[in-house]
């Protein structure tokens, strides 16, 4: 079936690194994704997003790739905080019913952890 | 400011109850969804609404019912049929494909 699922559950980086998340999906018919960043409680917040129709996408030190050749996308966190740390989730985006909304699935999330 | 504001933020049910999640957005959106999310695990949807007086089942429905009376509010009843409630709920809504989803700060349902 349709999954948008991702490689690494957890990641620990140290403060000033460069972090990258990946994210694969199943989809050949997926056209737009979004990366979401979750803190503990709280709700997902908008990060950046590609449509299929690029490559890459920057951000403020932020970065997502997409491979549709493999169906792979990344993110890529630039000069990492503590502030950083949260769960990261990719989502694809999909019509719902041929109208103009769409339905997100999102991914199991990977959680980013930046010490000090 | 705009935004979705859900309550209550914590909720306790007994077993056997129903119990209504508030949901009301102030971004003037066509479409609002409802998820579930488990501990360690993404976002599932439960029950989304395109237009006002419509909605439509996600993928774990069972156990939940929703309306849209308002455009602004999109409340979601745990009825008891739902036999593990214990979960973080999101809500969120959309103007369009184009720009994706405002999320809710979320409610976490726990059954006692």
């Known amino acids: 079936g349709e999954s948008v699922g991702l490689h690494l559950p957890t990641l620990s980086v140290q403060e000033g690194d460069n972090s990258i998340i990946n994210c694969a999906y199943s989809n050949s018919a997926s056209d737009y994704f979004i990366w979401y960043k979750q803190e503990s409680g709280k709700g997902p917040q908008f990060i950046i997003d590609i449509r299929s129709n690029m490559d890459k996408r920057q951000g403020q030190r932020v970065t997502v790739l997409l491979n549709k050749t493999v169906k792979h996308l990344s993110l890529q966190i630039a000069a990492t905080q503590p502030g950083d740390s949260a769960v990261y989730f990719c989502?694809?985006?999909?019509?719902?019913?041929?109208?103009?909304?769409?339905?997100?699935?999102f991914g199991q999330g990977t959680i980013l952890t930046v010490h000090p | 400011d705009g935004g979705i504001t859900q309550s209550p933020k914590y909720l306790f049910r007994k077993e056997g109850q129903n119990v209504t999640l508030s949901c009301e957005q102030n971004l003037n959106h066509d479409a609002m969804y409802w998820y579930r999310q488990d501990p360690g695990q993404g976002l599932r949807l439960i029950y989304y609404s395109q237009i006002v007086n419509d909605f439509q089942k996600g993928d774990i429905a069972e156990g939940y019912s929703v309306s849209r009376e308002k455009k602004e509010s999109f409340p979601l009843t745990v009825t008891s049929a739902q036999k593990n409630p214990t979960a973080f709920y999101l809500c969120?809504?959309?103007?369009?494909?184009?720009?994706?989803?405002?999320f809710g700060s979320g409610t976490r349902l726990t059954v006692v």
């Open positions: 969120a809504s959309s103007i369009s494909r184009r720009y994706g989803y405002t």
């Open positions: 989502a694809d985006f999909s019509s719902l019913q041929g109208t103009s909304y769409g339905k997100l699935t």
